[in-house]
């Protein structure tokens, strides 16, 4: 059963047509993902951050940013998300599908830990850069 089917049976007659219309323009493609669409994602994850720091140097209410623009965000990445795991399989080798995908969360893991530890020694620079600064040790 594909996911066009799938969401027929689970949707209500007059809410498809908007979803529909949502995966559309999200994804720029009617039936399955292709490269186009992982694109059109990852797009839209660097758009989103762009906009919320234009609405806050608007002067919005930063709380309705913050909570506003960090829950599109994470609609968006779990589509994102959605559509690499798609993807990965439908390019992967019948006789190495395991292999393939594998490859793709063990390297998905890899980028998340570097991440992490990148993330963490920012901050712990930046806490001991304005500790410094403001004991002026």
Known sequence: MSAKSSL??????????QLFKWVLVI????NTPDGKAAFNAALALLIIPVLMLIADQNSYNPAWIIVGGLLIFAIVFAINSAIHSFLILSYATQKDVSLDVGFYYMSNTAGRLVGTL????VILILVFSHVFLTLRL
Not at 8 to 17: E, I, R, S, T, V
Not at 27 to 30: I, L, M, P, Q
């Open 118 to 121: 990148l993330s963490g020694f």
């Open 27 to 30: 994804t720029g493609s009617k």
């Open 8 to 17: 027929k049976l689970l949707l209500p007659n007059d809410a498809q047509g």
